[in-house]
């Protein structure tokens, strides 16, 4: 039987929340703006059409993430399960929730041992930041990724999270220099991901001179966790904290251009409230390298493995929809095809 930790309990509590509570962002993703150019005479056939990609020496039949979302429960073990099965049979990435509960209690490691099962896809491992100003160090990065013989580090931010949370870990002074030293040292490629809020230019600038691999931009428009926040607080003064933050953030739209504009060449990871296939073919046209999500999955996920690889072949083939009707053979003659609302008046 699996030890039930304080941190464990909470990743069960946040995937109730998520499930059952409308946790949406009060903000928009901000890819309603954009529009692509419908080709009446596209000139391809859509067999022609390939939307896959190569990440990291692996083929990805289309570039799509299953955003990193939980582990550290039984609950969580099944979800992981599903997902991995369904990335691996659809050939995309996938990351893990955070592995400090496993760090520290190393029984609860099965919860994220999904290589087995999925040994063929791009697999991230994923590690709270902040916790590299409080004792974690290069050791724990590693054994985060020997866990489940991942590909590339996920280091997430999330400061406004932290700051809501009764006794959250809110010293983020350092932590700059903390990632570059990571970066410098780890095996494997380190992406800096938001849990939500987005990334702007000055903390793309940062991460850039930190030596991180990609950044995932996890812009706002979808879950929001200062909702999840208000949901699990243990009093009202804490419940009306949280509740102003509905609304926070940089859209994900936006935080794509941030990124984009200061470390062009940098591969970028786009999530925050994207519902479709579209919107993801919108995240490649503005410059990103994989589109994610974690909400398009997790009621999946908690249904079956099959309905996983249903919403996976779904989006795979609005995404090849919408190149053939734009006339783009490949991803990368998306971004020619995009144009903004005001554009079009």
């Given amino acids: 039987m699996k030890k039930v930790t304080p941190i464990s309990k909470r990743k069960a509590d946040q995937i109730r929340i998520n499930l059952e509570e409308d946790v ?96 063929d896809i791009i697999l991230f491992a994923n590690l709270g930041a902040i916790q590299l100003n409080n004792g974690m160090d290069y050791d724990a990065c590693q054994r985060a990724i020997d866990m489940i013989h991942a590909d590339g580090l996920l280091l997430h931010l999330n400061p406004l999270q932290e700051a809501l949370q009764t006794g959250g870990n809110t010293n983020f002074k350092g932590l700059a220099e903390k990632i570059e030293r990571i970066c410098q040292k780890i095996s494997v490629p380190v992406i800096v991901k938001e849990v939500g809020w987005g990334i702007s230019e000055n903390t793309t600038k940062m991460l850039y001179e930190c030596g991180v691999s990609a950044i995932d931009v996890a812009g706002a428009g979808g879950t929001s966790w200062s909702q999840v926040e208000m949901y699990s607080a243990p009093d009202e003064f804490s419940r009306q904290l949280a509740a102003v933050f509905k609304d926070w953030g940089i859209s994900t739209a936006k935080s794509i251009i941030n990124v984009k504009k200061i470390a062009p060449e940098m591969p970028i990871f786009a999530s925050g409230g994207i519902k479709n296939g579209v919107e993801m073919a919108k995240c490649f046209a503005l410059g990103a390298t994989l589109a994610g999500s974690a909400g398009i999955f997790l009621s999946e996920a908690a249904i079956s493995p099959e309905r996983v690889v249903n919403i996976i072949n779904l989006l795979r083939q609005q995404i090849k929809t919408t190149m053939f009707v734009t006339g783009s053979r490949d991803i990368s003659e998306l971004s020619k095809k995009l144009i903004s609302v005001e554009q079009r008046k």
Avoid at 60 to 85: C, D, F, K, V, Y
Avoid at 92 to 113: K, N, W
């Fill in 24 to 119: 949406r962002s009060g903000i928009d993703n901000g890819l309603g703006g954009f529009r692509f150019i419908h080709e009446a005479l596209p000139e391809i056939n859509l067999s022609e059409v390939n939307p896959s990609v190569q990440l990291y020496g692996k083929h990805l039949s289309a570039p799509i993430l299953i955003s990193s979302m939980t582990g550290g429960t039984p609950e969580a073990e099944t979800l992981n399960i599903n997902l991995a099965l369904g990335a691996q049979e659809c050939r995309i990435a996938m990351g893990v929730g955070s592995q400090r509960a496993a760090l520290e209690t190393p029984d609860l490691s099965g919860t994220f041992d999904i290589r087995k099962i999925a040994p």
